[in-house]
């Protein structure tokens, strides 16, 4: 499969540039195996049944982005932190790319100091930082939040609308330090849906992964066999794998809310479909021709054009029909990625799809 064959042409005004007014004020388009439905989000507890399993990503964002100078010429600079790196240090993301070369020593805000010791294929930086200190607890005094870059905000932002970043880039459940990036599909979510959710039987249960810059990395290989994925650090408790094996066997419905609950469980599934307990590093790419190894529904976004996670969807529900229900949106008006609006992919049967 080529990287052409997933490429849509989108006006720029349907990319949602601010969150709606509440969570749950986004539109929800349906793909079922014989219909499209146009509907709003609320309405996705018509789609749901009790005893039905729905599994979120706890992941949080965290403050990664950093501002500081170079020490040699007080140049400005700006650091993503991305993981702690296995050599020790952190792996980063540093601008201007093109001077991030070993021995590059830079300074931030509170008497940080950093110094680039090495730099691999990919543009990440190990960066070592001093004096010793807990960098992710820094971050949430002096960093800001890494939006997407194609949500556009120049350099003089309001506090204001600042705030309402912080506040809306982030799922209501968010629990765990450790993502650049927010699955997206989660913002709907409310406290209130998540009552109305329990209230009618539905049931709940979380795994991690940290959503790295990969997100938004654009495919450059015209074959995608030759795509080398950013790896993502996951986990799946104990007793969240029981849970969700538990589901599968007895023959209900599995729900999963965004591309990156995809990611962490067909990581941590096996060739019979169940689900180990772990922790690790996944650069799983699925594609058109992926075999999966869980049944499942998914509550997703709008993802950018010749994404992989475009093409992950595309593997879920085929990448005509994909495709045509995207075309079909962007007729209607539907916004779109991180702050846009969402999108369910039934592969079971639901009382509101029939």
Known sequence: MSLSKYHYELPLELIAQHPPPSREDSRLLVLSPGSLQHRAFPDLLEYLSPGDLVVFNDTRVFPARLFGRRSETGGKAEVLLLHPAAAGGWNV???PSRRGRPGTKLEFPGGLRGSVRGRDDTGTCRMEFSPPTDLIEYAWRYGTVPLPPYIRRGPAVSEELSARDSERYQTVYAARDGAVAAPTAGLH???EFLRRMEQKGVEREFVTLHVGPGTFRPVR????????????HYEVGPAAAERINRQLRSGRRLWLVGTTAVRALESAADE?????PGRGWTDIFIRPGYRWRLSFNLVTNFHLPASTLLMLVSALAGRERILAAY????????????????MAILRTDCPSAK
Not at 327 to 341: K, L, T
């Open 327 to 342: 075309a079909e949106a962007i007729r209607s008006g539907y916004r779109f990625f991180s702050y846009g609006d969402a």
């Open 93 to 95: 993301l540093l601008r």
């Open 272 to 276: 019979e479909g169940l689900v180990s």
């Open 221 to 232: 290989v015209e074959d995608l066999a030759q795509h080398r994925m950013h790896s993502e």
């Open 189 to 191: 979510f409310t406290p």
